[in-house]
Nanobody, 119 residues
């Protein structure tokens, strides 16, 4: 069983920065991709950014140029650097890993970390 533990959320003023971390309980080499999703109150969970095992990245349009996803394989950790934060970035941010379990595709999720951006 894989565990993903997020940290780094908090309260920040608009224009501020935060760095989220997602630590996996095992090597992240085996994951097809890892990513960050977010869910604001009353809204569906949405993709924020992903990074593949090869290092390719993808971002949701509203965060392009402000958020950067990266991975440290030696630390089994994925990061989300967020700058120029806006109130609309307020949400619970979830770490995701796409891998395999007994040969079948499986998504793994962390418990989430709250990000609140005040205006």
């Amino acid at each position: 069983q894989v565990q993903l533990v997020e940290s780094g959320g908090g309260l920040v003023q608009a224009g501020g920065s935060l760095r989220l971390s997602c630590a996996a309980s095992r090597s992240i080499f085996g994951f097809i991709a890892m990513g960050w999703y977010r869910q604001a109150p009353g809204k569906q969970r949405e993709l924020v950014a992903t990074i593949t095992s090869g290092g390719s990245t993808n971002y949701e349009d509203s965060v392009k140029g402000r958020f950067t996803i990266s991975r440290d394989n030696a630390k089994n950790t994925v990061y989300l650097q967020m700058i120029s934060l806006k109130p609309e970035d307020t949400a619970v941010y979830y770490c995701n890993a796409q891998g395999y379990d007994s040969g079948k595709p499986r998504d793994y999720w962390g418990q989430g970390t709250q990000v609140t951006v005040s205006s």
